[in-house]
């Protein structure tokens, strides 16, 4: 079972707030990825990374930005939320095997 | 310009109703296919893993085989709970994995 975990959940804030979602994963996996998916759509990349210190963006800008400051954890932060930022957030990992294992995701609305 | 592209979008069988959902794939240099299952409201859980045409896995009533340029999930006397949003994914060398957008499976009993 993959140990991949994502909190909060659910989380609801202001518009014009700053929001850091978090990530983390105790499998060791070197590669981590972000993506947004609203509901009954497909996910879309929005951030990824290949280790410490590296992170990419994904086809979709989100206006958000990431870190990769340890292997386990790789968290999310919007600096200004809007209410187009209202979505679920999914963190995933890879490991050799490159298929990737997903958290429970964070649903945020923002109002 | 769509690599990954499923089909049907949605599919609605009787229970034991057998069936396949299809995906089709355009990128080159492939280092995999996957195939996830994802309930509402939940993250994607990964299902299997292709990676050479000829390729099969089986997993209860789930089988998934891969072509030079398609895959398929066959459903095999499908129940309820088999119910969910089906999801192929590829991965290229050096890229992160790229998602289809999915078949919406719904079994009635």
């Known amino acids: 079972e993959a140990d991949i975990y994502q909190t909060p959940r659910y989380l609801v804030i202001g518009t014009g707030k700053k929001i850091t979602l978090e990530c983390s994963q105790t499998?060791?996996?070197?590669?981590m990825y972000w993506y947004q998916q609203d509901p009954g759509m497909e996910l879309h990349l929005i951030h990824y990374?290949?280790?410490?210190?590296?992170?990419e963006k994904g086809d979709l800008s989100s206006e958000s930005t990431v870190s990769r400051i340890r292997t386990e954890h790789f968290p999310l932060t919007l600096e200004s939320a809007r209410p187009s930022h209202t979505s679920q957030y999914l963190c995933?990992?890879?490991?050799?095997?490159?298929?990737?294992?997903f958290g429970q995701g964070t649903r945020l609305t923002v109002v | 310009e769509d690599q990954v592209t499923q089909s049907p979008e949605a599919l609605r069988l009787q229970e034991g109703e057998s069936s396949s959902l299809n995906c089709s794939y355009t990128v080159s240099g492939l280092r995999g296919l996957f195939w996830y299952r994802q309930d509402p409201g939940k993250g994607p859980e990964f299902l299997f893993t292709?990676?050479?045409a000829g390729e099969e896995k089986e997993k209860e009533r789930l089988k998934a085989t891969l072509t030079k340029k398609e895959s398929f999930l066959h459903i095999t006397a499908p129940k309820p709970e088999d119910s969910a949003t089906y999801l192929c994914?590829?991965?290229?060398?050096?890229?992160?994995?790229?998602f289809g957008k999915g078949t919406t499976l719904s079994v009635s009993s």
């Open positions: 990374s290949y280790g410490v210190n590296s992170t």
């Open positions: 292709l990676y050479s």
């Open positions: 499998m060791g996996h070197d590669k």
């Open positions: 995933a990992s890879t490991g050799l095997g490159a298929e990737a294992f």
């Open positions: 994914a590829v991965v290229q060398a050096g890229t992160a994995l790229i």
